[in-house]
């Protein structure tokens, strides 16, 4: 009995550990994309500055 008891809170320790890498994840692939947009962004008014000034 006393197995079963801890292979299953194993398991579920386990699982949420498994749920917090998938949310930090999430949260990490959000950051990229939105430094990408402002990455893009920047590089975009660089190269419209350059041309307005010429």
């Known amino acids: ?3 079963i008891f801890a292979g299953f809170v194993s398991l579920m320790v386990f699982a949420v550990t498994l749920g917090q890498y998938s949310v930090w994840f999430a949260i990490f692939k959000l950051a990229l994309m939105v430094a990408l947009v402002v990455i893009a962004a920047m ?3 660089i ?3 350059l041309f307005k000034r010429n």
Do not use: E, T
């Open 1 to 3: 009995m006393f197995w």
């Open 43 to 45: 590089g975009a008014l």
């Open 47 to 49: 190269v419209y500055r």
